[in-house]
């Protein structure tokens, strides 16, 4: 009996192809695969690839994120300095230094626009009476209490700092003399309608401004020179109209 092998044998030769053609398409795809990660983003062609340049690529790929690590830790200490250096050491307010940075872009700001803009100059009244009777953690308090309220009742376009031990400065955008002023009066009275409480003592806080308006030309410090002898004008001017 003669047994036909023709099947068989076709059979076995269609498989052995389809194996072959299974295994050069998962060649190439893993050729495909291997410069994608790595090195087709430099252009490197695949057949140049070699273990020694793959290597190589990703060894410099690691010392530039390391580098890029290092940089980006950098920024941030510098931002974290600055930040330093504007800070007033006692409120979150902004101290003399960047306030007069501020208001030098703001006046060169209304100078090229023509908008309006003013600083107030406030003066805490007699901080160095509530040293003396309570002690310096009574007035560090009091400015405290004083740097919140003046924050918690100006836009957050306008700037607050604090200018030396007692003093403030308001710096208002978009802002003419009618409206600064009714702005020093509201800020003034919302200090003095909440006095200080200090271990069991009420505290009254009191604040004396001056207002000066801009409209570009100026220098920052003469302007804010001008608010601060408003301010001892009418600081001067309430002594002598005082009672008594």
Partial sequence: MRIDNSNRVGSVNATRGERARSTGRAGAADAARAPADTASVMAIPPNE???K???AIMTLMAEVDRLRK?????????AHLEQLADQDP???LVNRRAFVRELSRVVSYSE????PASVIYFDLDGLKAINDTHGHAAGDAAIQQVAAALMSNV???DIVGRLGGDEFGVLLTH??????AEKAVQLARTIEDRPL???GARIELRLAYGVYTFRGGEDARAALDAADRAMYARKNAAKETAPG
């Fill in 175 to 180: 802002a003419d003399e009618q409206a600064t």
């Fill in 155 to 157: 836009r957050e376009s």
């Fill in 197 to 199: 409480t200090w271990q």
């Fill in 90 to 92: 006692l409120t979150p």
């Fill in 70 to 78: 290092e940089v980006e830790e950098q920024r941030a200490r510098v």
């Fill in 53 to 55: 340049v793959r290597d």
């Fill in 49 to 51: 690839l070699t273990p």
């Fill in 112 to 115: 090229r626009y023509g908008t």
